[in-house]
């Protein structure tokens, strides 16, 4: 077994911090967790980090110079952004600096834990607010999902768990909730049933 993920949160809202730990929790319960409500003491102790979720608003600086600052004391970190905030040209800005993905506040913890599996695995996480506003978002197709992914799809319309699929695709488990994750947010998808009615509508099966 590995060292644990040290995860760092950073959020002014002692619940909504409360929130996001229980979540990292659920899906990484070896993380050692690490909490704080400023901009000062998340960008203190980012460089010690592997995945940071960070709100965009607190004390201590700009959500822009922030966040900014916090991805130059951490640059091999996975740092997803969680806010209530949604400008679009701060966070394109943002996704350019070099952050890994945003969620709304109002997230589920099942989309927050896909979120944190597809940036822990090399993705990004973004929302359909960052899609190109001069063209129409393209509906998902096959194309998006490599020959794995498509595997992974197909199970996924059967019904079967992430153990089931393990067994059948002789991969570990924790490498399906990769896939899994991937191929949600290939397909837009907000849960695994949302996915696997997406796939059957593209034939995937």
Known sequence: MGDPLHVLICDDHPLMAQALA???????????????????????AAPSAQLILADLAMPGATPRAG???????????RIIVVSGLADEALLRGLVA??????????????????????????GRYLPPLLADPVRSKPPPTRDRLSPRQLEVAAL?????SNKEMARQLNIAPATIKVHVAQVMAA????????A????REMGIA
């Open 22 to 44: 229980a979540a990292v929790t659920a899906r990484l319960p070896e993380s050692q967790l690490v909490l704080v409500g400023n901009f000062p003491d998340a960008i203190a």
């Open 97 to 122: 600096s070099g952050i890994a993905g945003f969620l709304p506040k109002s997230t589920s913890v099942a989309v927050i834990g896909a979120a944190i599996d597809l940036v822990l695995a090399g």
């Open 196 to 199: 696997a009615i997406k796939a």
């Open 156 to 160: 996924l319309v059967r019904g079967l």
């Open 187 to 194: 397909l837009d998808a907000e849960n695994r049933t949302s």
């Open 67 to 77: 966040i900014d600052a916090i991805v130059a004391a951490a640059p091999a970190a």
